[in-house]
C-alpha cells in the first residue's frame, strides 16, 4: 500500500515536468520556461553567481529575525492572556478581530513608515506570525486542566513551580503548533513583502525577473523560494514532534 | 461583567489615542509618517466617492472568486476526503502547495492573463481553494466510519451516502472552511491589486503609500479593516445559526 502510494505521487511528479517541459515548447518563449532550461540555469546560477546568496542571506535574516521576535512576543502576551481571566476576557475580541483582517492590509502603511528595505518586511512578517503564537498560546495555557493546576498548588508548590512543572508542560504541544504556523507565515511574510516593493532579496529577484520578461531565471527563483519554504515547513513539524516525545 | 470588560476595552482605546495624539504634536515623529489620530479621523469622515467605489470593486471580484474558490474546494474536499487512496496520494500536494507562498505564482499568471480582472480572480481563486480543501477534507476524515457503515448496511447507495451522511456530518467543517475562505479570497485580491492592478482597493492603498498619503491610507486601511472584520463577524452568526438549527 505504501509502495502503491509513493508510486503514484511519483507518477503525478513526473506527470507535471513533463507537461511543463512539453507546454514550454508550445507557447513562445516569455511565458513558459522548459524544465531542460531552468534546471541547468539553476546549477548555473548556484555556482557562478554570487549575487544570489547576498539575496538569499537578506531574505533569510529577515525570516529568522521576525520570527524571533514575533515568537518572543507571542509567548510573552499569550502567556500573560493565558493565565489573567480578565485580561484575556477584555483583549481576546481585539486580537481575534485584528486576526481576521486580511494581513497585507498594513503593508503599504508599514511600507511607508519603515521605507523599502528590510524594516518593513521584517515587521510584515512579524505581525503576520505574532497572531498565531499569541492566540495559540493563550488558549492552550488557558485550557490547561484546572485539576493539575489546583492538584500542584494543594501539594504546596510555588507559583513560579506550578508553572514550569505543570502549566508549561501540558500547554507544550498546543503553543508548538502555533509556532510551527508562525513560522510557515514569516516565510510568506518576508517573501509576499520583498515583492511588493524592496531592494534586495529573493522576492525582489522573483519580480524583477518576472518585470523583465526573464521568464527562466523567474522560474530558476521560484523554485528555490519553493524549497526553502518546504524545508522550513519540515523544520516546524519537526518541533511539533518534538513535544509530543516529550 | 461584560460591561466592565467593555469598559476596559474603550480605556484601553482611550489611552492609545490620546498617547499617539500627544507623541505626534510633541513632534516625536515626523507627521508625515505617522499622522496624529485628529487627523485620520479627519480624512475618514472625508473618504472620497472614488475609494468607496474601489472598495466596491474589490469587494466584487472578492466575491467571484470566493464562489468559484469555495464552491470547487468544497466539492474537492469531500471526493479526496472521503477516499482514502486519494487522499494520500494527494496529500503532500496539497499541504506543500499550501505552505509555499502562493505570491510566488502571481507573476506566471499576470503573464498569462495580463493585468487586472483576469489574473486578480484567478490568484485568489488560488489562494482561497487550498485552505478550503484542507478545511473540508480534514472534516470529512473525522466522521464517525460507523454512521457510513450503517447507511451501507440500511441500503444507501453512492450518491446517497455523500448527500445524507457525508455532507450533513462534514457541515460544521464546510461552514467553517467557507469563513476561512472568504478571508482568503479577499487576501487574494488585495495582494493582486497591490502587486500589478488598475482598479481596487489595493491599487489605491499601494499608490497612497508611494504618494506619502499617510493620513489617507491610514483611513483607507482602517475602512478595509473594519469591512474584513464585519464580513467574518457576520459569516460567524450565520453559521451559528446555522449549526442551531440542525
Redesign the interface.
Request: no cysteine; hydrophobic share 65%.
Given at each position: 500500500m505504501r509502495l502503491?502510494?509513493f508510486i503514484?505521487?511519483l507518477l503525478?511528479l513526473a506527470f507535471i515536468i513533463i507537461l511543463w517541459e512539453f507546454s514550454s515548447k508550445a507557447v513562445p518563449k516569455?511565458?513558459l520556461a522548459p524544465a531542460s532550461v531552468v534546471f541547468p540555469l539553476l546549477v548555473d546560477i548556484w555556482l557562478t553567481n554570487l549575487d544570489i546568496y547576498t539575496h538569499l542571506y537578506t531574505t533569510g535574516f529577515e525570516i529568522l529575525l521576525s520570527f524571533g521576535l514575533a515568537t518572543a512576543c507571542g509567548l510573552l502576551l499569550g502567556f500573560i492572556l493565558g493565565t489573567w481571566r480578565?485580561l484575556r476576557?477584555?483583549?481576546e475580541?481585539?486580537l481575534s478581530?485584528?486576526y481576521?483582517?486580511?494581513?497585507?492590509?498594513?503593508?503599504?502603511?508599514l511600507?511607508?513608515?519603515l521605507g523599502l528595505d528590510v524594516a518593513s518586511k521584517i515587521a510584515f512578517a512579524f505581525i503576520l506570525s505574532f497572531f498565531p503564537i499569541t492566540l495559540t498560546t493563550m488558549q492552550g495555557v488557558s485550557n490547561v486542566d484546572k485539576v493539575l493546576v489546583k492538584a500542584a498548588y494543594s501539594m504546596g508548590a510555588s507559583k513560579l513551580t506550578v508553572f514550569y512543572k505543570v502549566v508549561l508542560p501540558a500547554s507544550l504541544p498546543i503553543i508548538l503548533s502555533g509556532i510551527s504556523t508562525g513560522l510557515?507565515l514569516c516565510?510568506?511574510g518576508v517573501?509576499?513583502g520583498e515583492?511588493?516593493?524592496g531592494i534586495r532579496g529573493l522576492?525582489v529577484l522573483?519580480?524583477s525577473?518576472?518585470?523583465l520578461?526573464e521568464?527562466a531565471h523567474?522560474f530558476v527563483y521560484?523554485i528555490i523560494?519553493?524549497v526553502i519554504?518546504?524545508l522550513v515547513?519540515q523544520i516546524g513539524k519537526l518541533f511539533e514532534r518534538l513535544s509530543w516525545r516529550s | 461583567m461584560r460591561k466592565f470588560q467593555f469598559l476596559l476595552q474603550a480605556a484601553t482605546f482611550i489611552v492609545v489615542v490620546a498617547v499617539w495624539e500627544s507623541v505626534v504634536s510633541e513632534g516625536y515623529v515626523d507627521p508625515l509618517f505617522l499622522p496624529p489620530p485628529s487627523k485620520i479621523f479627519l480624512s475618514l469622515i472625508s473618504i472620497s466617492p472614488a475609494t468607496f467605489t474601489a472598495l466596491y470593486d474589490t469587494l466584487v471580484k472578492t466575491l467571484i472568486s470566493f464562489c468559484i474558490g469555495s464552491v470547487a474546494g468544497v466539492a474537492i474536499g469531500i471526493v479526496v476526503g472521503s477516499r482514502s487512496l486519494l487522499h494520500e496520494v494527494l496529500h503532500p500536494y496539497v499541504f506543500g502547495l499550501y505552505s509555499i507562498p502562493r505570491m510566488i505564482f502571481l507573476p506566471l499568471i499576470v503573464l498569462f492573463l495580463g493585468i487586472g480582472f483576469n489574473s486578480t480572480i484567478f490568484y485568489a481563486v488560488l489562494h482561497t481553494i487550498l485552505p478550503v480543501i484542507i478545511v473540508v477534507v480534514g472534516g470529512v476524515r473525522n466522521i464517525d466510519r460507523r454512521l457510513i457503515f450503517y447507511a451501507i448496511s440500511l441500503g444507501a447507495k453512492g450518491r446517497q451516502i455523500y448527500s445524507k451522511v457525508i455532507i450533513p456530518a462534514a457541515l460544521p467543517s464546510i461552514l467553517s472552511a467557507l469563513r476561512l475562505g472568504i478571508i482568503f479570497s479577499l487576501l487574494g485580491v488585495l495582494i493582486a491589486e497591490m502587486y500589478l492592478s488598475l482598479s481596487g482597493i489595493g491599487f489605491l492603498m499601494q499608490r497612497l503609500s508611494f504618494a506619502f498619503k499617510s493620513a489617507d491610507l491610514f483611513a483607507v486601511t482602517i475602512l478595509v479593516a473594519l469591512v474584513a472584520i464585519i464580513i467574518s463577524a457576520v459569516l460567524g452568526e450565520i453559521s451559528k445559526k446555522i449549526e442551531e438549527r440542525r
Open positions: 502503491k502510494i503514484y505521487q503525478i516569455v511565458f480578565l476576557d477584555t483583549y475580541p481585539i478581530a485584528l481576521a483582517v486580511p494581513s497585507v492590509v498594513w503593508y503599504p502603511l511600507l511607508l513608515f510557515a516565510v510568506t517573501i509576499v515583492m511588493l516593493g522576492g522573483i519580480a525577473a518576472a518585470t520578461f521568464t523567474y521560484t523560494v519553493i519554504a518546504l515547513n | -
